[in-house]
């Protein structure tokens, strides 16, 4: 029997290994989708935000999340992130649940900017540099506030900057390790149209280089330029979901800010 065994084995052996490298390329195969959300729920004390939510984003997209004040995009993302609790469902980045290890892969623009106020601007972006792995944090850190306009506050605390100043220096450590995927809520509020198209610039360019987007706006002409996928959240469901082209089509191809009026006009039914 020895023999026989010690003979069959590397047969076994492989098979097993073939079977187990296409198991392993099975599961490992990044899907078409870099998120994935299934029945999503959340409530904060007793009031249901978001009841019954399914959305995918595709690898490589951009996708626009968007809604009325309070429809609940923010709570999504954050619910997304690990940040809040969901009631029911699942919230899938890359195939599981968020862990604070996924972070350097992406970049995060909360809706509430925070930085370490007291701190120059030159540091907080070098220790987040370090933190992201960056080798060329420097060059890289001058290169970006140049572009921005702000080569000048390098070394003026985060706390004496305007909001819009603030908010580049946040861009810049969101985008500074090409990130693969990017979650901006509200990346371009309060900017005028001259850095509103500087920003938008920055992300398009990380989108060119592969990297999947999900943006947050208020701005349809942002959402009609840019987003492969769009979904509007109303009453805590998707109250239209597909690419901009379908979903002005389902909408007798109005523009997507005919349609969010259109929308958040309808009555409610009883
Ligand atoms: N931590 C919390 N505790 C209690 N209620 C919360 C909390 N976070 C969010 N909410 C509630 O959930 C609802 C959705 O808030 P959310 O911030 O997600 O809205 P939004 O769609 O991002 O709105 P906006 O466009 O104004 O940023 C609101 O009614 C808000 O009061
Ligand atoms: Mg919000």
């Not at 909360?110 to 701190?119: I, M, S, T, V």
Request: aromatic share 8%; glycine share 8%.
């Amino acid at each position: 029997m020895q023999p026989i065994l010690q003979k069959a084995q590397p047969i076994v052996k492989h098979k097993c290994d073939k079977l187990s490298v296409l198991r392993y390329n099975v599961l490992m195969a990044k899907s078409d989708n870099i998120i994935e959300v299934e029945h999503f729920k959340i409530s904060f004390a007793g009031k249901t935000v978001i009841k019954d939510l399914s959305f995918s984003v595709k690898r490589g997209e951009i996708f626009g999340l968007l809604g009325s004040n309070g429809s609940g995009k923010t709570t999504t993302i954050r619910a997304l992130l690990g940040l809040y609790f969901a009631d029911k469902g699942t919230l899938h980045i890359n195939g599981k649940q968020f862990e604070p290890g996924d972070a350097v892969r992406i970049g995060y623009l909360p809706e509430e900017r925070g930085l370490y106020k007291k701190e120059n601007v030159f540091d907080v972006m070098t220790y987040f540099a370090h933190l992201k792995g960056l080798t060329n944090a420097k060059t890289w850190i001058m290169d970006y506030l140049k572009r921005v306009g702000l080569e000048e506050f390098a070394k003026t605390k985060i706390n004496k900057l305007s909001q819009g100043m603030q908010q580049k220096v946040q861009l810049g450590i969101c985008v500074m390790n090409d990130p693969e995927l990017l979650i901006l809520d509200e990346p371009t509020k309060g900017f005028d149209p001259v850095n509103r198209r500087l920003l938008m610039d920055i992300i398009e360019e990380q989108h060119k280089k592969g990297c999947t987007i999900i943006m947050i706006t208020h701005y349809m002409d942002e959402v009609e330029r840019l987003c492969d996928d769009v979904l509007l959240l109303k009453n805590g469901v998707a109250r239209a979901y597909g690419s901009v082209k379908d979903v002005r089509k389902q909408f007798n191809n109005k523009t997507l800010d005919q349609i969010f009026v259109d929308v958040y006009g309808e009555k409610e039914e009883a």
